[in-house]
């Protein structure tokens, strides 16, 4: 009988939500993948990547000249120079990223603080590698993170700091403060940080995406990750990117090529060209407002509470003025009983704290959040 190294892990909840609308039919607002085309333009190019002969091995960081389109890309929204040979890694993926980064700088032993409700991917890395969670919990409907009670949490022990703007599962971001915050915490403690973009260009109203690459203190000890999959409505392509210094992309490099070595080559082609187009990823933030807008518009006058949503493509809706409930069991029995499937946000706790709030993906073709939204106003 093998040991398992990952005895907690069950299937992801992702999985058991996209299941259940399936057996019922239900409208699946669950797992965060859009509904509708991507762009035709980005077919044809991978299509002429494909038949240019281009469908063998990629270098193992990616290919040239999509790393140098990237760090023309980072340089003029961030200000930042990065070199593409030495700081730019293309991945199968932002979990892919993920892993590679988390496994870079955790052995066993280290502390790792994560705040929750976290994207579900980061735990058992950090578990596969030895190191141990320590959450900071984030409350509801504001998610803001207690500086303080991070700064109490540090000791010996503590190695990475990971955070995610525009965040998922809240739709919050984290505004310069906060980065701030963690740029000072991570050059007094000599930490690392992890920070998760994938996000990155779906931000509302007005507001500037805080990454990590404006601090140039906080850059210096971080690994910060992007998705093609998430700006380009690509989820299965599986393709993404780190920037980090040099010699934290050396040791994240190590990982990556024992892992899936290169990403593949014909999707690197098209995206490469697609990015010289700065429209095809700056217009995001609008359409996808539209979205979130048009959706909550729609279910205004239902017993949901709608909580502010500042990024990502997810909606999060309190229930606690309908029932009592416990979030998994209110979404199941929605799922089946109304045709609408949803996110129980106690799944991103690690102590399954219930608020009695959902999450919702909002990257749906109108007609669907309609259908969507006349289901919800009914309950």
């Not at 920070?195 to 779906?202: A, M, N, W």
């Amino acid at each position: 009988m093998i040991q398992s190294k990952l005895p907690n892990v069950c299937t992801t909840i992702f999985t058991v939500m996209s299941k259940m609308a399936n057996d019922h039919s239900a409208i699946n607002l669950s797992q965060g993948f859009p509904d509708f085309p991507i762009d035709q333009k980005l077919i044809e190019l991978t299509n002429k990547a494909m038949l240019s002969g281009a469908n063998q091995y990629a270098p193992m960081p990616g290919l040239p000249i999509l790393r140098e389109n990237l760090a023309a890309k980072v340089e003029k929204l961030y200000h930042l120079k990065v070199n593409a040979d030495d700081e730019v890694t293309i991945t199968s993926g932002a979990t892919e990223a993920l892993f590679c980064a988390i496994t870079a700088v955790v052995e066993s032993g280290d502390e790792v603080i994560v705040f929750e409700p976290a994207y579900d991917s980061y735990h058992p890395v950090i578990d596969l590698c030895g190191g141990k969670i320590v959450p900071v919990e984030l409350s509801a409907p504001n998610y803001q993170i207690p500086w303080d009670e991070v700064r109490d949490k540090i000791n010996d022990k503590t190695k990475l700091i990971i955070i995610n703007t525009p965040q998922n599962p809240t739709g919050t971001i984290l505004k310069a403060n906060d980065l701030e915050e963690l740029e000072a915490i991570v050059d007094q403690h000599g930490l690392f940080a992890i920070s998760d973009e994938v996000y990155e260009h779906l931000i509302y109203d007005g507001e500037r995406h805080e990454s990590a690459l404006r601090y140039p203190a906080l850059y210096n000890r971080t690994f910060v990750i992007y998705s093609f999959g998430k700006v380009f409505h690509t989820t299965g392509w599986k393709m993404g990117y780190c920037i980090a210094p040099k010699a934290l992309t050396t040791e994240f490099r190590k990982v990556h090529q024992f892992v899936v070595f290169s990403s593949t080559t014909p999707m690197q082609l098209a995206i490469a060209k697609y990015l010289e187009d700065e429209n095809n990823y700056l217009s995001l933030s609008a359409f996808f407002e539209q979205k979130r807008n048009y959706f909550n518009s729609l279910i205004k006058d239902s017993r949901f509470e709608i909580i502010p949503c500042q990024g990502t493509y997810f909606q999060l809706l309190s229930y606690k003025n309908i029932t009592d409930l416990g979030d998994m069991e209110f979404a199941s029995k929605m799922t089946k009983e109304n045709g609408i499937a949803s996110i129980p946000m106690s799944a991103f706790y690690g102590s399954k704290k219930d608020d009695h709030i959902l999450r919702f993906c909002f990257a749906k073709q109108d007609k669907t959040l309609l259908k969507a939204a006349e289901k919800l106003c009914k309950i």
